[in-house]
């Protein structure tokens, strides 16, 4: 708005009264002109009339002159004065004609016309009388007289063409003025335009440049913005090591890459960590976790490369390690790096690993190696000894694998899962807005187990379908309990694909009589990377009326370029954030960008892993709504009735 202002012309009053001023000139000046012509016309009229009032007048003298000079007798006295008398009588008309038109016929012509016409009759009357002869030299005076009235009639003729002519002089030198004004000013108001243009293109450059400026700056932000998401996407923000993500895509590559011989996946768990972070505190925990990544790395130079896993676990992965004793030594060099003892300021800590190896097979994903891997290693770490395992296909998979499928589908039937619940609050006064269901199975003779410890199994299994149908139809039915809490329940992709779940998902909702608005379905970033699948079923659980959240934001591989395509109404930004945002400018800022970039989405984000109050507060001034983390509670068994979380 403003800016178009600054561009437009301009027009102040100052150069409508010169517009002003120039039309009235244009106008005088057409005025002046038609004046001159009217003046031109005028004068060549009265000329031409007065011209034929002159030949009239010779030819009236001359008729006189003979008439005097032929008249030597009364007889022919009388003929040529009634000649005289008839031409006198016809130019009598005529000059009463020019007299009653024009002006010039003033008094004196009337007067010596007057003397005129009377002696013409005088001598007329004359004509019979004996004194004839005398009267005879009455006949010069008459001449006299005509002549006199003539020369009268003639200056006047000539004094009054003088006055027209000056007239129009006049006119013709105003018409000139007033040409030259209008030239003048014309020029003034051509030099005035263009010199306005000109300004305000040179503004109108200025201000191109200064928004070309903004968009550079605003696009490298953005670009900024997208680099470090994508680092933070496939780096673990404590060690900077690769995180569980950009593990798995690697190892997705390398595992199509046949050529590059076999993979192997050494699964790395430290020992006593938990001991050290319980004793010596969280930061020196994390001080020895990057130590270890450190020694990791050192350990493994160009032989491979290393990830960590989360917590702490940690992945290294090696290709062309063809035989078990290759495979073995490099286990064995990791392990010797990580018994080394710690040195926390001042006070050695003592810690060991647990590696478990596995080798890349044929028809097995990235997935199952990792966990094949795993598997080992928890088998090394009940192990006595040196701690480090191979997987072994035929009994780990039965023994592990197997088991837990065949417990997990009869857990279904013996109600042996249950929800916690997570509240998500209002940044602002810590009203609870929505809980979040969060599964877990109390697995007879092992205990609860986290999503973690069963989760990939029931995926890999598709028991998600039927365990993730209870666990809709429990959340909702606990959710219709409460007055107006919002429940979120995780899905996963492989319940999406099933043909039934959107029937199925009307069909709990009318049983359990949630309003379907008050339902929220979390799928994580990562599974919607195929928006083809998924976005469809999406759509259709929108159209129930319920809301779809994209969960783990921020960890996918392209967030922000995603985000506009996908059918969802929350975006949950991923814990991976909160790590560093207090003491990390650029991860606020990247927060700071996901807010606007939401908020003109229209789309509601909350913000995952809030575990302080520092944190709240920056979220907060960074203009973050919404929150969930261990500050506000952790998940909990029967968390749904509280309204308000207190801290
Ligand atoms: P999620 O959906 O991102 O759930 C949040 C997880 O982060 C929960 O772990 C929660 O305990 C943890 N968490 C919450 N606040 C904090 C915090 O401030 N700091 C830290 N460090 N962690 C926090 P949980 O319960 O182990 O769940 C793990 C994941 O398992 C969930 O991640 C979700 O993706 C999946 N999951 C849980 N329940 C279900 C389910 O019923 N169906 C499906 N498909 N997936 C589920
Ligand atoms: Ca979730
Ligand atoms: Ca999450």
Redesign the pocket.
Known sequence: MENSNRLGVGIRSTQVAAAVVVIALLAALGFSAFRNADARDRESAFLGRVEATAAKLIALQQETIDAIDTADDVHNGLASSTKLATSVHQLQNDLTSLRTNDDIANGVIDKSFDAFTQRLSAFANTQNSATWKSAQSGRWLILRDAQEWSGNYQSIAVARLRTLSEDRATNERNQAILLLLTLLMSVWILAWVGATVARNYQRAKVLIATEEVKVQSARSALAHASDQLSYQAHHDSLTGLLNRTALMENLDDAMKDIEGGLVTIFFCDLDRFKVVNDSLGHSIGDELLIEAANRLVKTIGEDGYVGRFGGDEFVVVCRGLDDSNAALRVAERISRALTKPFDMHGEDAFIGVSIGIANSRPDITAQQLLRDADVAMYRAKGAPGNHIEFFDAAGDMFSYRFNTETALRKALTSNQFL??W?PIVNLKNSQVHTL?????WERPGTGLL???DF?AIA?DSGL?VD??RW?IAAACSAGALTDDRSVA????VR?LRDVRFVDDLRDILSESGLPPERLIL?V?EHSVIDTAIVTAPLARVRELGVRVAL??FGTGYSSLALLPKLPVDIV?L??AF?KEIVSSEPTQAVVKSIVQLTSALNVMLIV????SDAQRKLLRSLGVQHG????FG??EPGRLVGSHVEN
Do not use: C, F
């Open positions: 929800l916690h997570q979040e269901a969060l599964v877990r986290l999503p973690k989760m995926e998600i365990l993730g666990v329940v995780n899905i996963s319940q979390e994580t969960d783990d949950k991923d814990r909160m995952e892993g809030v575990e969930q983390g261990y500050w952790q998940p």
